[in-house]
């Protein structure tokens, strides 16, 4: 009886020391997200789970009303993922090249203020007052001789390729399926930091203050996000790599610049490497 009891104690331990190594392995190749989950993710788990344990049960989940009045294509409702990929870039597209055709209008601008200022010839006034405002716009050091406000100027009034904004849309906003494009128009996961400014993230921790900006327009959010590389002192690193390109008289390469993208997330390199992946494989839509 005693050797039995000794025999079953011995068998357990050993089971124990056969599993207990695996209990404490962490899956490889997972990335925490800001917002882990979006909501849509999130409750489409919790269907699918009650689905499978009670077929006749159904849950109905609660719908965020849109903060836009945009009429949005259903992006989620399509299946065939080139369907999707086209629709997606074509709605968005227009804006895009709407955008940097306004960035270049103004870059012509300030090369033709900047020959005049060269040739020690003075300003009109209209063109002082334009200065004036990109100079506030662009977050410019105001105190600063005028050749250096156009040279400041110049590295940050310039345009950002097609396909970078484009690939960064669809990964940002999972191809317009997010929570945070369909219900406030943020196609790039930019954050605000005021009270109602945007949309609070399911996984927002505790104690933190950020939203994810909402916006009324699709025009709104791409400026928004031109606006955001252009001036943030984050992207410094883009700003100068387009820059260079700019000097050595080169084409602004997407995947070149992409690497000065660095800070657009907590994923750091993988970000970067998944954007540049994203550009090699979607050229045919560019």
Not at 139 to 149: G, Q, Y
């Amino acid at each position: 009886m005693k050797n039995s009891i000794l025999i079953k104690v011995g068998l357990f331990l050993f089971a124990i020391f056969l599993i207990a190594p695996f209990t404490f392995l962490k899956p490889a190749g997972i990335v925490q997200a800001i917002d882990p989950l979006p909501i849509e993710k999130v409750e489409k788990i919790k269907t699918n789970v009650t689905a499978a344990t009670n077929p006749k049960k159904t849950v109905k989940r609660k719908l965020e009303k849109p903060l836009h009045n945009v009429n949005l294509p259903d992006f989620s409702a399509i299946e065939n993922i080139n369907a999707k990929k086209k629709l997606f870039f074509n709605f968005i597209k227009p804006v895009i090249v709407n955008q940097n055709k306004k960035l270049l209008t103004i870059r012509a601008k300030l090369n033709s203020w900047m020959e005049k200022v060269t040739l020690e010839l003075p300003l009109n006034k209209q063109e002082r007052s334009e200065l004036t405002q990109l100079v506030k716009k662009y977050e410019v050091n105001r105190n600063a001789s005028l050749l250096t406000k156009l040279n400041a100027l110049l590295l940050r009034v310039d345009i950002i390729p097609l396909p970078l904004v484009l690939v960064q849309a669809a990964n940002e906003s999972a191809w317009g399926t997010s929570r945070f494009s369909r219900v406030g128009l943020n196609f790039f996961g930019i954050w605000c930091y005021e009270e109602g400014c945007g949309m609070v993230p399911g996984g927002r921790i505790i104690g933190e203050k950020h939203e994810v900006e909402a916006f009324s327009s699709l025009e709104e959010a791409v400026t928004r996000y031109f606006d955001n590389i252009n001036t943030n002192n984050a992207y410094s690193v883009f700003r100068t790599i387009r820059a260079e390109l700019r000097l050595q008289e080169q084409k602004l390469n997407p995947a070149v610049l992409a690497t000065g993208l660095l800070p657009y997330s907590e994923r750091g390199v993988d970000y970067v490497n998944e954007i540049t992946n994203m550009l090699r494989h979607n050229q045919k839509y560019f």
